[in-house]
């Protein structure tokens, strides 16, 4: 698990930062934690394909997880929007070779608060010995539910995040269907100090009903009392 309190400052990478829209927060460093698909990882080291896994550039892997590290980029103080990009590949080998992917050059982009889309390119063989060369498929969607967000260091933390295989990328990388659940992703991101807004407090959900329900019962009594004018005028 990546946590807050374990990263005061992520370190900026070599990846040349993508130009940051106006009003958008920079993002000067973002690490995603990853084990892609434990039953893939233990089926290309075991006995029958025989394999192994190679990392380069800004991806490494220390077991069980693959990590993607110094991304940059933007993201919108509310993180509804936003994309941060990142170095380096993932190469699967198995079969003597017969199997030979290379995932590279990770790409999040964000679609709303809780959810963004993967990009990776593909490259190699597949299974089903099916030659692939694409770039920036939308490999997975990304989901989760509550997140951790420090507004004054402007660091924004997610655990445990659901990925599930897109038709785009079960269609270049093979083996599993659209819609197969992959593993869990943890990220941590930090952004310009101060920029990210603060996720809305119970209190401020209770009080939004009450406002809401106060003002609908504001107005079924002013019906009601329009209604017995009327009526009065009538007799």
């Not at 269609?171 to 990210?196: H, M, N, R, V």
Request: aromatic share 8%; glycine share 12%; charged share 15%.
């Amino acid at each position: 698990m990546l946590k807050l309190a374990a990263i005061a400052v992520l370190a900026v990478g070599s990846l040349n930062p993508l130009a940051v829209p106006a009003g958008a927060c920079e993002v000067s460093g973002m690490t995603v934690s990853w084990g892609f698909k434990e039953s893939f990882r233990s089926y290309i080291s075991g006995s029958i394909a025989q394999g192994q896994w190679v990392v380069e550039g800004d991806i490494g892997y220390e077991t069980p997880a693959f990590s993607f590290s110094d991304g940059q980029g933007f993201v919108s103080p509310d993180r509804s929007a936003g994309e941060v990009s990142f170095t380096g590949s993932l190469a699967f080998e198995g079969h003597g070779g017969i199997l030979e992917t290379t995932l590279a050059n990770p790409r999040v982009e964000f679609v709303d608060p809780r959810s963004a889309t993967l990009f990776l390119d593909v490259t190699g063989d597949t299974m089903e010995e099916v030659s692939v060369s694409e770039d920036n498929v939308a490999f997975a969607s990304v989901s989760w539910g509550a997140s951790d967000v420090d507004q004054v260091a402007g660091i924004w933390g997610v655990d445990n995040a659901t990925v599930v295989l897109t038709e785009a990328g079960s269609e270049a990388f093979g083996t599993y269907p659209a819609g197969e659940e992959l593993d869990p992703l943890d990220f941590i991101l930090q952004a310009s100090p101060g920029c990210l807004q603060e996720k809305l407090s119970p209190w401020g959900v209770v009080g939004g009903v009450a406002g809401i329900a106060a003002i609908s019962s504001l107005a079924a009594l002013a019906i009601v009392r329009v209604r017995k004018s009327r009526a009065q005028g009538r007799q």
